[in-house]
């Protein structure tokens, strides 16, 4: 279409520049540039940067048959020489550049303008240009040190840029593809500037180019590990070559001979070395000493047969395999090696775990732990429990030492990092401990039914603090039984069988030929799934016996007529029976009528199925304070009726006309068989105020000495006994101690005389005692 070369080139996208062939591509670019340079529009004596006289600001520049008004602007050059240039302009006047004139190094336009050269444009031979680009390692301007590229003969490469062919124009320019775009540069002023915009400048490292490298190590990139070559001295070694000097221009280049050949190489930022030609690019490792500073101390087993095999890293090998292997780790963590003759490549985790693969294979990582994690993992479990799911505590699982046991069989179980299980138990080879506690037996994303699922058991010591040395019995069947749990096993039934306790407290137990579940109470009672009795602790009830030991109730519906009093295990009254108080409350009695109840705070006790309700009275001892053996009278400014209460009751002219008695909340209640009245006594006073229309009763004249009940005497003597043993005979010292002692006694009771009470006999049929009241002064012979 009749526009130049160079500029057909700049117009053609990437895509319409691709050919399948490359060779191709380069043949056609080169064939019209050497046309457009046979038809004289090579390098002239026009070319440079020019400068209008009348404008000094405004710069053109002339190159390779283009007129560069502005860098979008340009017109084609139709004719060149020595003596001067045409330009193509349609439409053109004389007012126009059109043609102009070279004389006395000025350009004369044929409009009058006059151009001054300010800079010239000079190039070198071909040969000297091949020499800069082959002698140099290149990198971005923009972005330097982030690629490094190296020209040989035929090809250019570094970098992100794979081997590529590339030629050069007679014109000095070079012809190449990068990155899938067909491009065309220019060497000028030291640089290569690409017809993309993009500029690659010289890289200098000077003379601290081998000081970087000594002590270095590397391994090629297209196999990772199976060469590792090494830097000592200024002798470049290892892998599959012979050892031989390395050295670098000052330039940076860097000259060794790799392989029978001279190889030209570039360090490169990141330590990699570039090498041109078929050498390629070798990764840098990190060092020795690196090396030991990370991974000194640390072993590893692999994770799907751990400590079949231990790894450690010595100075740049693996040990622990068939025979050392060479291991080499990059800067980004990444890390190689060849393993019995296979090549490795892998990453090293933060949590220090290595996930290895074989070459570009996609399957599954081959994953090294490390045993610290293992161990550390291993002490969590270390000395648990499970029992299975399916059946309960009949089978029994602990791990130690690495070791799981149970149901007659044993084998490995070590619980990696992530919480799988791997173990060489039958039939359970690998498996996860899930948060719970639980374990579910399978591969991951395996479905499990309760036969592979072990539920997480109490530790030995948890067991130990709730049931060791402690007894246990059925409530509704008090003492019947008397159960004790040790080593998983309960026993107190017909034989002893499985108990066992999970960690969230469930119980499980096959007491009875029954399985039964159920669950331990903050106050030591066990209650049962089903309607199974519940169990108290005996010391529990041993406890709430002595709670009660002694309390008395009456009847709501008839109080102070029916006194209950609880002795021992039993209630005694109208009839005795079994009486027992358990830690929640309840109360169980098989008196007639009876069944179960409930005490509340207040000691009342409420009787189910309607049984009716007992209220608690205060204390013999404190009806003795009160009311019992005193006289009392009607309130009033003569006096009113008189009235003595003996054992419970009332008497008015001798007559028993009411039953009397004092609650545990200080109200009195007096039963006249037609009906209940309650009232007061007033400590203050010595008063007793009835509610309603009775008059107030206060205290009259001398009080009467009651006699004491049954309960009293066997409070006050039960459990005494004689201090000498009826088998020892007094010694005469101890008889004088005695007789002295004996004469001071009687001396001082006759001064105060105090009143002594005896028991004097006791019916067993009535169980009634007989008082005897006795002087001190008097009391004789027969009564000693």
Same mark, same amino acid.
């Given at each position: 279409q009749g526009s130049c070369a160079e500029a057909c080139l700049l117009q053609l996208t990437p895509g319409e520049m691709r050919a399948p062939a490359m060779q191709w591509e380069l043949l056609f670019v080169q064939v019209l540039l050497g046309l457009y340079s046979a038809n004289g529009q090579g390098a002239h004596a026009c070319d440079g940067i020019w400068t209008p006289e009348h404008s000094g600001e405004m710069k053109i520049k002339i190159e390779g048959g283009v007129l560069h008004w502005t860098p979008q602007l340009r017109s084609k050059i139709?004719?060149?020489?020595?003596?001067? =240039?045409?330009?193509?302009l349609q439409g053109a006047s004389e007012d126009l550049h059109s043609e102009a004139a070279l004389r006395d190094g000025k350009l004369h336009w044929n409009n009058g303008d006059v151009w001054s050269r300010v800079h010239s444009l000079t190039y070198a031979p071909l040969g000297e240009i091949r020499s800069i680009l082959e002698n140099s390692a290149w990198t971005e301007k923009e972005d330097p040190g982030a690629n490094i590229y190296m020209f040989d003969d035929t090809t250019v490469s570094g970098g992100d840029l794979r081997p590529t062919p590339f030629s050069m124009t007679q014109?000095?320019?070079?012809?190449?593809?990068?990155?899938?775009? $067909?491009?065309?540069?220019?060497?000028?002023?030291?640089e290569i500037q690409w017809s993309t915009?993009?500029?690659?400048?010289?890289?200098?490292?000077?003379?601290?180019? %081998?000081?970087k490298l000594e002590n270095g190590r590397w391994t090629e990139e297209r196999e990772p590990g199976r060469n590792i070559f090494e830097v000592h001295n200024g002798i470049v070694s290892g892998g599959d070559l012979v050892a031989s000097q390395i050295s670098a221009r000052p330039d940076g280049t860097i000259v060794a001979k790799l392989h029978g050949a001279e190889a030209l190489g570039a360090l490169q930022d990141n330590g990699d070395i570039q090498w041109r030609g078929r050498e390629g690019r070798w990764l840098a490792l990190a060092s020795a000493e690196e090396i030991a500073e990370k991974l000194e101390g640390i072993r590893w087993t692999e994770e799907l047969r751990p400590y079949d095999?231990?790894?450690?890293?010595?100075?740049?090998?693996?040990?622990?395999?068939?025979?050392?292997?060479?291991?080499?780790?990059? $800067?980004? /963590?990444?890390?190689?090696? /060849?393993?019995?003759?296979? =090549?490795?490549?892998?990453? =090293? %985790?933060? /949590?220090?775990?290595?996930?290895?693969?074989?070459?570009s294979s996609d399957a599954e990582p081959w994953i090294w732990v490390t045993t610290d994690a293992i161990e550390e993992m291993s002490a969590q479990i270390e000395g648990r429990r499970w029992t299975e799911k399916n059946q309960p505590g009949e089978q029994v699982y602990t791990v130690s030492d690495f070791e799981v046991s149970g149901a007659g069989a044993s084998g490995k179980f070590i619980m990696l990092p992530d919480r799988s299980i791997v173990s060489t138990l039958p039939g359970k080879p690998v498996g996860r401990v899930l948060d719970s506690g639980e374990i579910h037996w399978g591969a991951p994303g395996e479905a499990v039914g309760d036969e592979r699922v072990w539920l997480p058991l109490a530790s030995t010591e948890m067991m130990l603090h709730k049931f060791e040395g402690k007894e246990w019995t059925e409530e509704s069947q008090p003492d019947e039984h008397i159960y004790t749990m040790s080593n998983d096993m309960v026993d107190g039934g017909d034989a002893p069988v499985y108990f066992v306790m999970l960690v969230n407290g469930t119980i499980y137990t096959g007491l009875g030929g029954t399985p039964r579940t159920g669950r331990m109470l903050?106050?030591?009672?066990?209650?049962?799934?089903?309607? $199974?009795?519940?169990?108290?602790?005996t010391a529990a009830i041993d406890e709430m016996r002595k709670a009660v030991e002694g309390r008395r109730w009456t009847d709501e519906a008839q109080p102070c007529d029916r006194i209950h009093t609880v002795r021992g295990g039993e209630v005694t009254g109208e009839a005795s029976a079994k009486f027992a108080v358990f830690p929640d409350g309840s109360v169980r009695s098989d008196l007639s009528g009876l069944d179960s109840g409930e005490m509340l705070k207040n000691g009342e006790i409420l009787w189910s199925g309607g049984a009716g309700t007992w209220l608690p009275l205060a204390s013999a001892r404190s009806e003795l304070r009160t009311l019992e053996g005193k006289n009392w009278?009607?309130?009033?400014?003569?006096?009113?009726?008189?009235?003595?209460?003996?054992?419970?009751?009332?008497?008015?002219?001798?007559?028993?006309?009411? $039953?009397?008695? %004092? =609650?545990s909340n200080g109200t009195v209640a007096l039963n006249a068989g037609d009906g209940v009245v309650d009232g007061a006594f007033s400590n203050f006073n010595r008063e007793i105020h009835w509610r309603g229309d009775r008059a107030i009763w206060v205290l009259a004249g001398t009080e009467v000495e009651p006699e004491p009940s049954a309960?009293?005497?066997?409070?006050?003597f039960e459990g005494l006994s004689s201090p000498i043993p009826r088998s020892a005979e007094p010694g005469p010292f101890i008889l004088v101690a005695f007789l002295a002692i004996s004469a001071l006694v009687l001396t001082t009771s006759a001064r105060f005389r105090r009143r002594e009470f005896m028991v004097l006999q006791q019916s067993e049929a009535e169980a009634d005692f007989a008082l005897l009241s006795s002087d001190a002064r008097g009391i004789g012979e027969e009564a000693c």
């Open positions: 139709t004719a060149a020489s020595d003596h001067g =240039l045409t330009i193509d014109d000095h320019r070079i012809v190449t593809d990068l990155h899938g775009s $067909s491009v065309v540069g220019k060497v000028a002023d030291g915009g993009q500029i690659w400048v010289p890289i200098r490292l000077g003379g601290d180019v %081998l000081a095999h231990i790894y450690t890293v010595v100075d740049t090998a693996i040990i622990g395999g068939d025979a050392p292997a060479p291991f080499g780790m990059f $800067s980004d /963590n990444g890390v190689c090696m /060849n393993f019995d003759g296979k =090549l490795m490549s892998g990453k =090293l %985790l933060d /949590n220090g775990e290595i996930h290895w693969r074989a070459g903050e106050t030591g009672e066990i209650q049962w799934d089903g309607g $199974s009795s519940p169990w108290a602790t009278t009607e309130s009033g400014p003569i006096g009113g009726r008189m009235y003595a209460i003996r054992h419970g009751k009332v008497l008015a002219d001798s007559e028993v006309i009411a $039953s009397i008695c %004092l =609650l309960d009293a005497i066997v409070r006050k």
